[in-house]
């Protein structure tokens, strides 16, 4: 069992960064791989990116390649998302989630946090 919580969310211009971080509880962190989703209003909650439990796998959604970055950090139990170039149609609530891999399908994750905010202004 693991369990998590996002921060770092908040209000950026369009073409700006932020950097969210999900802070994981236990020593079991390094046994799970994490992933990023994010939901909109009204919309289904979509993966955004994910990382393997050593951190050198990583899977991105064609919509955020190239401007975001995902990582962690095992010794500090903590994954990351460097979200650069944000976009009008990026703000949503950004969740993490840890899986035994790093799935793209949301069923596929066991463990979510809270979620964090992240808005962009035009």
């Known amino acids: 069992h693991v369990q998590l919580v996002e921060s770092g969310g908040g209000l950026v211009q369009a073409g700006g960064s932020l950097r969210l971080s999900c802070a994981a509880s236990g020593r079991t962190f390094s046994t799970y791989a994490m992933g990023w989703f994010r939901q909109a209003p009204g919309k289904e909650r979509e993966f955004v990116a994910a990382v393997s439990r050593t951190g050198v796998g990583t899977n991105y959604a064609d919509s955020v390649k190239g401007r975001f970055a995902i990582s962690r950090d095992n010794a500090k139990n903590t994954v990351y998302l460097q979200m650069n170039s944000l976009r009008p149609e990026d703000p949503a609530v950004y969740y993490c989630?840890?899986?035994?891999?790093?799935?793209?399908?949301?069923?596929?994750?066991?463990?979510w946090g809270q979620g964090t905010k992240v808005t962009v202004s035009s």
């Open positions: 989630a840890a899986a035994r891999t790093y799935y793209t399908e949301v069923r596929r994750y066991d463990y």
